[in-house]
């Protein structure tokens, strides 16, 4: 439905059919959201960036779930586990090998896409409820071994180590304002490839796993194969995210998150943007991020009122907001923000005579 | 072995645990012919189209596609040309019509993981022309106005049509299908029967037809295997089968 198009639009050929941008408005509309966001430093104030900054770097992670969970229907809870490994592994390259964080960042991408692959394997023999534990294992083991093995590079009971910040010609990365376009280009490119992916071949045998398997292998999909690859592209995709947040907080370890937490509220945040939807995770994560913030913020005025119970209040809004704005969307839109912005814009192109 | 069979089915057996679904089943099919499997519930017919195309794995017998593939327990029967539909629609719910065919290319498209995320000049060639296979397809089942539709949102006829488009679009020389109009209206099934005819003509796509009406099967077969509780009760034209003992006593109980 979604697809509808008013009359009078005509394509020539099949490319143009399939293409994103298809009417001036379109190119309009990248273009003012592009300016806005490249512009955000100029007009923002700090708290703006380092939450837009924040935004993006979780975005990433989430699309990596969302091409494993959304569209290959594989539940994973590993996903911040992957991103402590993409941390480590670009924190390390920098700082031993003395790579630049450009060169550094990929490979990163790499080392967590192979350790995505091993906890992948398990795919092969189980589904579904099961799967998720075998993913919770990736959870427990990696930050496990972050603190117990080669205490020296890894930091050891610490859970932290320092990361340097990026260089780049006179550039000066430790202003968040410079940082943030860092993220922001990495990000516009992982959203392309995803768009890319979600349209192509591989994306449309990731859809057949997740929605029919049978049928998919039937039709010569090579189940295996193809789940394999979308752990491998989830992995990935938390790796950048992991180098781009460690450089971000100036450190990576299991002090500064990636525990099981996290990777739940990475999946709650796919559930509450639409699951298998390119728009899901930046609407998840958005929601999520400024909720957290709206509770820091109930938390501190409540706990300036009420100094003897400030601990509790400090502490206890974010679970609870996040609990039932993921209880909430379960019930009234299991299909997450995305499929409700899809009704609204159905909705406007038939106005005035259905909704 | 006959040149012309596509498929020869040789002392097909199968159990799960205690219980025969399949004892001894031969028959086969020539290239170019609408083979039709009949029975009633749970003569196991359905079981015999999961064995040809791989999903269950018979203890005994042999399924030879062109006298030289085994297809017992075989991965890979889309490469080797054989597509079906299922009686409950396999479709992928949430992909849009267009998209549940273009994923049956699969095995027809180059492009790899790289490609396809990137989506310049091959990937996206490759897209566009093996979009217009499937536009033709689109043409030929009539499904034009529903090609951008969610297939879970469409009504049951119109999914049937949409299945049965995502098995040819994978260009197969066998063609399963597993009760085709199985809770459908006269009209639908007319259209359905059509359809089956106009693939078997025009494209000359052998079809294996497992289907429960007996009029329209008479009608559209060249030949029918009979099944009852796993054996074959009976192989040849429309007409023979119409006449025959044994299977009029298989259908209605007794001889009348």
Same mark, same amino acid.
């Given at each position: 439905m979604a697809m509808l198009r008013p009359a009078g639009d005509f394509d020539r050929s099949y490319e143009q059919d399939m293409a994103l941008l298809r009417q001036p408005w379109h190119y309009w509309l990248l273009g003012i959201g592009l300016l806005a966001a490249f512009t955000l430093p100029l007009w923002g104030d700090a708290y703006l960036v380092a939450t837009a900054n924040q935004i993006a770097y979780t975005v990433i992670a989430v699309q990596g779930l969302n091409i494993l969970t959304g569209y290959t229907g594989q539940i994973s809870l590993s996903q911040a586990a992957f991103m402590l490994v993409g941390g480590y592994a670009s924190a390390l390259l920098v700082i031993h090998a003395g790579l630049s964080f450009f060169i550094a960042?990929?490979?990163?991408?790499?080392?967590?896409?192979?350790?995505?692959?091993?906890?992948?394997?398990?795919?092969?023999?189980?589904?579904?409820?099961?799967?998720?534990?075998?993913?919770?294992?990736?959870?427990?083991?990696?930050?496990?071994?972050?603190?117990?093995?080669?205490?020296?590079?890894?930091?050891?009971?610490?859970?932290?180590?320092?990361?340097?910040?990026?260089?780049?010609?006179?550039?000066?990365?430790?202003?968040?304002?410079n940082y943030f376009y860092i993220s922001l280009f990495v990000l516009l490119i992982t959203t392309i490839l995803m768009f890319n992916i979600s349209r192509t071949r591989l994306g449309r045998a990731f859809v057949s796993v997740r929605d029919n398997d049978l049928a998919a292998e039937l039709l010569g999909v090579n189940l295996f194969t193809y789940k394999l690859r979308a752990f491998f592209i989830a992995a990935m995709l938390a790796g950048v995210a992991g180098a781009i947040k460690a450089h971000s907080q100036r450190g990576v370890g299991t002090e500064f998150g990636y525990s099981l937490n996290e990777s739940i509220i990475f999946l709650g945040m796919l559930v509450i943007g639409g699951l298998?939807?390119?728009?899901?995770?930046?609407?998840?994560?958005?929601?999520?991020?400024?909720?957290?913030?709206?509770?820091?913020?109930?938390?501190?005025?409540?706990?300036?009122?009420?100094?003897?119970?400030?601990?509790?209040?400090?502490?206890?809004?974010?679970?609870?907001?996040?609990?039932?704005?993921?209880?909430?969307?379960?019930?009234?839109?299991?299909?997450?923000?995305?499929?409700?912005?899809?009704?609204?814009?159905?909705?406007?192109r038939l106005r005035p005579f259905a909704r | 072995m006959n040149p012309k069979d596509i498929l020869k089915v040789e002392g097909v057996s199968l159990s799960f645990g205690g219980t025969t679904v399949l004892d001894r089943v031969d028959f086969d099919v020539q290239t170019g012919e609408i083979r039709a499997i009949i029975g009633p519930n749970g003569a196991g017919k359905t079981s015999m189209l999961n064995c040809i195309s791989g999903f269950y794995r018979p203890q005994q017998g042999r399924l030879l596609f062109e006298g030289e593939h085994d297809l017992t327990g075989a991965k890979r029967v889309a490469q080797l040309g054989i597509a079906r539909?299922?009686?409950?629609?396999?479709?992928?719910?949430?992909?849009?019509?267009?998209?549940?065919?273009?994923?049956? @290319?699969?095995?027809?498209? @180059?492009?790899?993981?790289?490609?396809?995320?990137l989506y310049w000049g091959f990937a996206r060639k490759e897209e566009a022309r093996h979009r217009a296979v499937v536009e033709e397809l689109i043409d030929f089942l009539e499904i034009q106005h529903i090609r951008k539709m969610m297939v879970g949102a469409l009504p049951y006829g119109l999914r049937k049509r949409v299945e049965l488009g995502r098995a040819l679009a994978l260009e197969p020389k066998l063609l399963l299908l597993d009760e085709p109009m199985a809770g459908m209206n006269t009209e639908e099934k007319e259209d359905m029967a059509r359809f089956i005819l106009d693939i078997h003509i025009r494209r000359g796509v052998t079809i294996i037809l497992v289907e429960h009406d007996m009029t329209l099967v008479m009608d559209i077969a060249d030949r029918i295997v009979v099944l009852d509780f796993g054996?074959?009760?009976?192989?040849? @034209?429309?007409?023979?089968?119409? @006449?025959?003992?044994?299977?009029i006593r298989a259908y209605l109980g007794q001889a009348s």
């Open positions: 960042l990929p490979l990163a991408a790499l080392a967590a896409g192979a350790i995505g692959l091993i906890f992948g394997l398990a795919s092969l023999r189980v589904k579904g409820f099961y799967l998720a534990f075998a993913t919770l294992a990736a959870q427990f083991i990696i930050p496990w071994l972050s603190r117990h093995t080669f205490k020296e590079y890894l930091g050891g009971t610490n859970g932290a180590i320092e990361v340097p910040l990026p260089q780049l010609g006179g550039v000066n990365f430790g202003e968040v304002s298998g939807t390119n728009l899901g995770p930046f609407l998840g994560v958005a929601f999520i991020i400024l909720m957290e913030d709206f509770s820091d913020l109930l938390g501190g005025v409540l706990a300036a009122a009420f100094p003897e119970l400030a601990d509790q209040l400090l502490t206890s809004f974010r679970p609870i907001f996040f609990g039932v704005a993921l209880m909430l969307f379960l019930i009234y839109e299991p299909r997450g923000l995305a499929h409700r912005w899809q009704l609204v814009r159905a909705g406007w | 539909t299922f009686q409950n629609i396999g479709l992928y719910t949430y992909l849009s019509a267009l998209d549940n065919l273009m994923a049956a @290319r699969h095995i027809h498209m @180059r492009q790899n993981m790289v490609a396809s995320a054996t074959k009760i009976a192989d040849g @034209r429309p007409e023979e089968i119409g @006449r025959d003992p044994e299977v």
